[in-house]
């Protein structure tokens, strides 16, 4: 859904046990008010740009930052300050020194100013200019699809990354409520990327380009009226079944993207009991339930017990694992992990 709006504002989650991610920010001087982002010099579509790492882990996060995703884009301005030293938590030390983020902002190219934002990979302080250079214009066309495509089309064939490991592989999560084009258009990628197909490019094709190069995620917010399972089915058929994941609230998206990278380097111990010490039971029900079904490789991650199926297999289960005792599936034999 588009719309243009001014509601980009504060977090007015106060629950979390230790600081809140605004006040982190007034401590560090950073300032996200609207009337700062409107006054921001405008990030320039990335035509001609490549995009380098020479990070073992690189990780990717792309915002659709139009208006009916109202406040979710601010939350998450205001939260990098906690995402970056985070995940320094849950990596093994070979990852710590060699781990870079690279944001970006997704719009609608038929009709936004700005559709597609950029930013290049970086880490530590670096990442505060990079996310305040982001734009969430709180466009959109209305037709409950964004140029998702477009974006993915960047990163399949505008991002070197020469030194990165067989695992974990490099991340891409986007983080958004609409369905994408089905096409990427052709004169888009010629006028925002610099690049000169000879048609528009079906976009099924284009998210597998990009998953040959990443493991790729979307975190779901839910989009609500007749559209919302065909959102839900298109994303599933481009990325996979369990590779999209519903973020029951929102106000948890820093902290269900933790739980996430660090599954993917098999740390979640780490991060279970951190975000169990910091959060309230309540948000921290609100992760795990974002985090419910989640496979990798062979792990798959169960947490709602109200009907015990196997989220590899389907297969019925005659009890859950227990806690730090992971169990085999007898059907599938995917190791069953309890959150």
């Known amino acids: 859904m588009g719309g243009y709006g001014d509601d980009y ?29 409107e006054t921001r010099k405008k990030l320039p579509p990335p035509l001609n740009k490549v ?21 979710l884009p601010q939350l998450i301005f205001e939260k990098l300050c906690l995402l970056y030293n985070e995940v320094l938590f849950f990596l093994p030390e070979e990852l710590k020194d060699s781990t870079e983020i690279s944001f970006t902002a997704v719009g609608d190219a038929y009709t936004d ?31 409950a699809r964004e140029s998702y495509e477009l974006t993915a089309y960047f990163y399949a064939k505008h991002c070197e990354m020469p030194d990165i490991l067989k695992k974990p592989r490099p991340m891409f999560i986007f983080i958004g409520d609409e369905g994408y084009y089905s096409k990427v258009n052709r004169s888009h990628i010629m006028d925002l990327i610099g690049d000169k197909p000879k048609t528009d490019l079906i976009s099924e094709d284009i998210f597998n380009d990009l998953k040959s190069k990443f493991d790729v995620y979307i975190l779901r917010v839910e989009y609500g009226g007749d559209e919302e399972e065909d959102i839900h089915e298109m994303w599933q058929k ?8 519903m973020l029951r609230e929102p106000q948890r998206v820093v902290d269900t993207i933790l739980g996430l990278i660090a599954a993917t ?11 169990e010490i910091r959060q309230t039971p309540e948000q921290v029900d609100q992760v795990y339930t974002s985090l419910d079904g989640l496979k990798m490789e062979n792990k798959s991650y169960m947490y709602n017990f109200q009907v015990l199926k196997c989220p590899a297999c389907g297969g019925t289960l005659k009890e859950a694992p227990e806690h730090n005792k992971p169990k085999n599936c007898p059907f599938c034999s995917a190791l069953l992990v309890r959150i």
């Open 9 to 37: 504002d504060y977090s007015t989650d106060t629950k979390v046990v230790k600081k809140t991610a605004k006040a982190y920010n007034v401590a560090a001087k950073r300032d996200y008010k609207p009337h700062k982002i």
């Open 51 to 71: 995009l380098l790492t020479k990070a073992h882990f690189p990780i990717v996060i792309a915002v659709d930052v139009t208006g009916s995703m109202k406040t």
């Open 113 to 143: 100013g700005y559709p597609i934002q950029i930013t290049d990979f970086g880490k530590g302080f670096e990442l505060d200019k990079n996310i305040k250079s982001l734009y969430p214009e709180g466009g959109g066309g209305g037709q």
């Open 238 to 245: 481009a990325l996979g079944a369990e590779r999209v994941l």
């Open 265 to 275: 380097v098999d740390r979640f111990d780490g991060f279970k009991e951190r975000i």
